[in-house]
Structure formats: C-alpha cells, structure tokens
C-alpha cells in the first residue's frame, strides 16, 4: 500500500532528507510530492488523496494558526506533522495543541524516527476514522429506534439519553448527563404510587437484564406520567467488569390504556355501562361472603321493564336503548353506592341492595325503584310511561349463594307480573313450581296448533242505536289438556314472547275467516268477523300477504274482516307500518285501534293511519259508573272518533247504565257480557238470528 505525503516547506534539502528517509522502509510505501508554498499545498490537498501532510510552519506564503486553518479548510481529516528546528519548537506544539497530530525536529528526521511518526500518525486517524463512523453508527441507530435509551456510569450518574428519551423524560442530553440517575428518570408503581426500585442498580447489582415492575409510571420533568414498560441491563468493560447500566423503555399509556377499557368493556354493559353478568356475579359473591360474615341480610333484586318489548317493537330500537339507558340512570340514582345495579341484557336488571339491616328496607328500595321508573321518559319526542316488575330474594332466607338467589329473585319478579305488572313480589318458595308451570305451557304451545287445541269464541259486536247484532269480535281460547280452557292473557304472552304467535294467528284468521263464510253460506245475515292481531304478528314478515291468501282460500269478501291492532304496533317505524296498513286497506279489510286510551302516546298521528274504527278500552266503560273518571275519556274517544269519521265501538259494556250513558253520547257500537258473554260457534250460530234483530 502507498501513502500519499505532501510536504509544504522552503527548504529543499529537508525534501531531500525526506524523500531518502522514506525510500527505505521496507512494507509501508510513501510517495513524497513537494512543494514550497501554502497555497500550492492547500491547491493540492483540495485535488484530495492526501494520506499526510509534513507541515514546515515557516513558509512565504503563510503564517501560525491561519496556515493550520487554510489546510484544514481543503481538507478537514487529514493528519498534519509539524516540522520545526529548535527555535520554532514552541510554536509546533502549539499548532499540536490546535489540532496537528504531532511534531518533529528537523534535526531528528532520520529513517526511523520519522517513519515511526508517519506511521503511528496515520494509524491514529484511521482508528478515530473509525471509532467515529462506529460511534455514529451507534447514535444513529439508538435515534431511530422507537425505544428510549438512557445509559449510566457505574455510580449512576447519567452518561447517554436517546431522541426517544429525551422527549419521553422531557429532558435534554445537555441537562441530563453528568446528573444522578434518580434526579432525572423518576418512575413510580401506577397503583400504589409508591416508587419503584431503580432498575439500574438492580441490574448492577445483579449484573443481568431485569424487566421494570408492572404498572411502571414515569414522572416526567414537567409532571406528566406517562406509562412505560421495558428493561434494564448491565453494561461491561471487556474484561468483563460491569462499568454502567443502559436502560430500554418505551411508551406503554395506549396499550395500557386499551387494556384496561378492555378489562372494563368486558366486565361492563356496552348500552348503560352498568356492571354486567360477569361483574355482578363477582360483586354478589363479595357481598354474600360479607353478610355472612357479619350476619347481615342483603337483598337481590330483579327488574323487568313491563312491555318492553311493544316499545322495541313499535318504536324501534334506537327509542329502546335510549329508554333502558334512562331506566339504568333512574336505578343507579335510587341506591346507595355500596349498592350494585347491573344490567343482564335486554330489559331485566339486577339491583343488590348489600349491607341491609332487614328485609324492609329492601321494601322500601322496591318502591322507590318503581315510582322512579314509573316517572315519564322524555326520549325522542315521545313521553313515555312505564312500569317495571321487580322480584325480590334475600339472603340467607332465599338462598346460600348468587346463583340461588338470582334465580329466586327471577322468579319472584314473574310472579310480580302475573300479577299485574307495576309491582314488586317478595320471593316465596311454592314459586318454583309456578316457574316450571310457565315453562310447562310455553312447552305445551309447541304442540298445540297439532293437536288442534285451539278454539274461538265470538262476542257479538252490537249497534247501540238499532240494539241489533252487526258483526262479533274472536277471541282465542286454549283447552289445555290438563288444565282445561285457558283464557289468552294465560297464554298469549308466553305465545308473543318465544313467536309462536305467528303461526296461531294465522290460525286464528284462517278459522275465523272460515266460520265467517260458513255462516254466509248457512244463510246468516252478513257480518264482519273482527280478528286480534299482536305487533308480533304485525310486524313479521309477510303479515300481508298472509291476510290476501287466507281471504282467497276461505272466499271471505275482504269487508266483512276486521283487524283489531293495538296501538303499540301504529308507533313503529312509520314508513313500513303505513305500508302494510295501505296494502290491507287496497284489500278491502277494515282496521280498529283496539284498547285506544291505553297506549303511550299521543294522538296527535292518529289521521296519518287509515283506521275505520277505534275501540274504548273496557277500562274507561267500567270507570263511567264505577269512579266517574272514565267518563270524561269516553266522551272525548267518541267526539274524537265523529271529528276522524271513525266508527265507535264501547267494550266491555256490562251493565245497563253504561249502556244508557253510551247511547247518550252517541257511541255507535258496544260489545259486553250486557249484551253477550264470548260464546262458542255453534251456540253463536244459534242465538245469532234473533240477535241480529234490531230491537227497535
Ligand atoms: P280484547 O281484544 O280487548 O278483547 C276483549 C276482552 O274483553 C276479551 O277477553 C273478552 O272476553 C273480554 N270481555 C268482553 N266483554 C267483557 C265485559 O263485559 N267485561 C269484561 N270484564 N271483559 C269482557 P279475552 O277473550 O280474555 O281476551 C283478552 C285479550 O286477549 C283480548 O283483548 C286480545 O287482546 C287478546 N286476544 C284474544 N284473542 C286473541 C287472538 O286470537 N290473537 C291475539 N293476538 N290476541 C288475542
Ligand atoms: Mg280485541
Ligand atoms: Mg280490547
């Protein structure tokens, strides 16, 4: 290998001395190019391949410190040995001070001095060279790295932080190095708050690669905490003695934060963010071993929003969430915080009432429960009102354990809706084999339609002027076979609520539509048949086409059918109701609103439906005679019906009073045990003829 030397200098006899000195080392070869100004050598450094520049400070053309700047300026890396005589001695070793690598007399420029001098000279920058590119090798790397890197000498004091780093401590490299680690890098345990053990001295101490605690928080300089995880590990000299410690972390607060929304997603119902299942069944077991513990009682209790289901049904799910997330709200508000309120999907909650002295003040939760629920919901435009049922169990009483207890509240809350809805019911151990009894039915059901189980009954619908009979309503009737005739509010729920309400309608219409035509073709004078449909029915898919087939099959003139809805099913989406309301009507049925003043909503869009006739609920007939309060709704049902060009039909006429009071209002129709309790078809067909006189 050749290195290039460039001698600056006047005199050519040191050239000469030089160029002999070198001539003879044997494996290092130099080629020596001379020349005797400054400008002429920072020309030729400029051209580059330089190796090493033999620098004689005394030039023509150059002076001190500006000759050592012009050269570097041409070419920066570029080792530069100084010669000098005796007298000019303390001016090379400034220049070796400013930077030159080193200096020889010229009375010392023998073979081997200055080869040695050369040579060392030259190593020397190549090692720097190296160690340079190395190093920022190094720093490069640690800055595009996404960790943070943060390194310490053996006493912990602060030696190296990365870009990461920096930003994450909020601290620079300036600041930083020199400082005790713990000044700098506080990091402390996320839920205890307590600091947490420097992990350099443990990996010093234990000279390996230890991992940071869990839940690692970061205080930054300015006060943030941000969370981190990572490790720390011992760095060694190479005789293998530990010298310092670097530490790796990096930014965990989004994962950390992800999994913890994870952890509360799954424990927490995404609808109210009440506790769900999981949670609860976790908190009701904390409780249960608290009151054991302490002999206290505590209560669970199980709510179900009464009819639900109509409000999903007709006014969507978007007014459902909203109208549960409103109930949630109203539980949470009516207990104690050492309290729980869970929701277990759908519309059925869990309240556990811990920490209860006696039984009674789970009466007294119970009832504010329901009157807070029973408030009206003010949820998208609409005033809500409703009811919730809520079964109660107490421990230990009800049961050694959660699922026990759950069970026995769920219960309880049935029972609480058989009665009527709107109440709570205290458990009572001959439940269970209520429970079973409603399982036993919906099973039975299954099985009914084959077995031809089903009959209908006909009330006669009468025309309260004339007295004559002008149609009949059918009602559905069960004969159970081991519990004889079970009347539809036995069984129509249970029907509604598992769907099986859609094939027995269409039974029920098909038979209905069938004895209607049997009795024109028998002779009877033409009546409609009016028939009950839930929203169920209503909203499954094809309803409609349903009634054309069943009206074609039975050859029934589609005047003389009558559909009797209920409100709820007008409050649905309002474009597919209306549609299929349209599509019955272009067949020719009539429709009535049957149970009207019961529904929740207002009658503002009672015009935008093509109904023909609306049905006062028996509820207000009876509340003519009974309390007076009735009285004022009939009046406005029938001037509201007149005002629509609805008809008006008045159930559950039963007495002669009531009879008067409608005729004097002008109702036009009524149905009642006054004029005729349901009768079977053949006692029907028999009595009809002479009911269908007009009496006067
Ligand atoms: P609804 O349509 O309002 O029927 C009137 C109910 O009042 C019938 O009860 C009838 O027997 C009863 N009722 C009639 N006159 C009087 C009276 O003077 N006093 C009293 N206290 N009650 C009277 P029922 O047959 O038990 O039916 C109850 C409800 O079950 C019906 O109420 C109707 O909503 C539903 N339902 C009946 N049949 C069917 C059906 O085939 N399908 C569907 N989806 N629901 C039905
Ligand atoms: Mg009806
Ligand atoms: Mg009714």
Not at 274 to 282: F, M, Q, T, V
Not at 618 to 624: H, K, M, Q
Request: aromatic letters at 6%; charged letters at 25%.
């Amino acid at each position: 290998m050749v290195h290039r030397l460039l001698l600056i200098g006047r005199d050519s006899a040191d050239a000469e001395t030089i160029r002999a000195a070198l001539a003879e080392v044997r494996g290092w070869n130099y080629s020596v190019e001379w020349v005797r100004q400054l400008s002429a050598g920072v020309e030729r450094l400029h051209t580059g391949q330089i190796d090493a520049v033999l620098l004689d400070l005394v030039l023509p053309d150059g002076q001190g410190r500006e000759t050592l700047e012009q050269l570097w300026s041409a070419a920066p890396d570029v080792p530069i040995l100084i010669l000098c005589d005796q007298d000019g001695e303390s001016l090379a070793m400034q220049a070796v001070e400013r930077g030159a690598q080193d200096y020889l007399l010229k009375t010392h420029l023998d073979s081997c001095t200055l080869r040695h001098a050369l040579r060392s000279m030259i190593d020397r920058k190549a090692a720097a060279e190296a160690l340079f590119v190395e190093k920022e090798r190094a720093e490069v790397t640690l800055n595009s790295i996404g960790d943070a890197v943060l390194s310490t000498d053996i006493a912990g004091h602060v030696t190296y932080l990365n870009v990461v780093a920096e930003s994450m401590m909020g601290w620079t490299r300036q600041d930083a190095v020199g400082r005790p680690l713990t000044e700098v890098f506080h990091i402390i345990d996320g839920e205890t708050r307590e600091p947490v053990p420097n992990p350099l001295a443990l990996a010093v101490q234990e000279n390996k690669t230890v991992g940071l605690t869990a839940n690692c928080v970061l205080i930054r300089r300015d006060g943030h905490e941000v969370a981190i995880e990572d490790s720390a590990a011992p760095i060694h000299d190479r005789r293998g003695r530990v010298t310092g410690a670097v530490i790796v972390f990096h930014d965990v607060s989004g994962a950390r934060a992800m999994s913890l929304q994870m952890s509360h997603l799954a424990r927490h119902d995404v609808l109210t963010d009440l506790p769900n299942r999981l949670l609860l069944s976790d908190r009701l077991a904390g409780a249960i071993a608290s009151a054991r513990r302490y002999r206290r009682q505590l209560a669970v209790m199980f709510l179900d929003v009464d009819q639900f289901k109509h409000i999903n049904d007709s006014l969507g799910h978007e007014v459902g969430d909203q109208l549960l997330r409103s109930v949630a709200e109203r539980l949470t508000r009516c207990v104690r915080n050492s309290d729980t309120v869970s929701r277990q999907g759908g519309d059925e909650f869990v309240v556990v009432l811990s920490e209860m002295d006696q039984a009674s003040n789970a009466v007294i939760s119970a009832a504010k429960i329901l009157a807070a629920v029973a408030e009206p919901h003010r949820i998208a435009g609409y005033e809500l009102h409703i009811t919730a049922s809520i079964g109660v169990s107490v421990y230990p009483d009800d049961g050694p354990d959660a699922e026990t207890l759950l069970r026995n509240a769920d219960l309880a809350m049935y029972h609480a809706k058989e009665r009527g809805r709107g109440r709570y019911q205290f458990f009572q151990p001959d439940m269970n084999v209520r429970a079973v009894e409603r399982q036993s039915l919906e099973h039975g059901l299954r099985r009914a339609l084959n077995r031809h189980e089903f009959l209908l009954h006909y009330q006669p619908k009468m025309d309260l002027e004339s007295g004559a009979m002008i149609g009949a309503e059918a009602l559905i009737r069960w004969r159970h076979p081991d519990r004889g005739l079970l009347l539809p509010t036995q069984f129509v729920p249970i029907a509604e609520d598992s769907g099986l309400i859609v094939p027995i309608g269409q039974w029920v219409l098909r038979e209905a539509c069938r004895q209607a035509q049997a009795w024109h073709d028998a002779g009877l004078r033409p009546m409609p048949v009016a028939v009950n449909v839930s929203a169920v029915e209503f909203r499954s898919p094809g309803f409609l086409d349903g009634v054309r087939g069943i009206l074609e099959q039975t050859r029934l003139e589609s005047r003389y059918l009558e559909l009797e809805l209920t409100e709820s099913v007008l409050m649905a989406d309002r474009e597919s109701t209306v549609s299929v309301l349209r599509g019955l009507k272009a067949l020719g049925v009539q429709l009535a609103l049957d149970d009207f003043g019961t529904g929740y909503s207002s009658l503002s869009y009672l015009n935008e439906f093509p109904i023909d006739a609306l049905k006062i609920d028996g509820s207000f007939v009876r509340g003519i005679t009974h309390d007076l309060q009735g009285a004022p709704i009939v009046c406005a049902v029938i001037s509201m019906g007149k005002s629509l060009n609805q008809r008006v039909i008045a159930e559950g006429v039963e007495t002669a009073e009531q009879l008067a009071f409608l005729r004097a209002q002008r109702c036009g129709e009524g149905q009642g045990y006054y004029f005729s309790r349901p009768l079977v078809a053949e006692q029907f067909t028999k009595l009809a003829p002479a009911m269908s006189d007009a009496v006067r």
